[in-house]
Nanobody, 114 residues
């Protein structure tokens, strides 16, 4: 299993970013996918999840209405569209698949600052 996140960077408050997580080594379309984040000095938290065929999504209260998780099973990729970003969204963002054990990507840094 291999997960590679990309799309992070520095953005001003109110800006947008789209994160991508490219997956390989398993049957992507058969598994739910999740995005987590970890800010400095804080626990890693679940941000959003999506079912295997994308029919159902869930979000942390802190990002509802601002973030959208989606997936393209033809590209083995899950996305996180982040709008109206706030400084408190600053964190390393990880994607995860639970396939027996949990597999994580290496993370991508998102920094929201003016």
């Amino acid at each position: 299993v291999h997960l590679v996140e990309s799309g992070g960077g520095l953005v001003q408050p109110g800006g947008s970013l789209r994160l991508s997580c490219a997956a390989s080594g398993f049957t992507f379309s058969s598994f739910a996918m999740r995005w987590y984040r970890q800010a400095p000095g804080k626990e890693r938290e679940l941000v959003a999840s999506i079912t295997s065929v994308g029919g159902s999504t869930n979000y942390a209260d802190s990002v509802k209405g601002r973030f959208t998780i989606s997936r393209d099973n033809t590209k083995n990729t899950v996305y996180l569209q982040m709008n109206s970003l706030k400084p408190e969204d600053t964190a390393v963002y990880y994607c995860k698949v639970q396939r027996g054990v949990g597999y994580w990507g290496q993370g991508t840094q998102v920094t929201v600052s003016s």
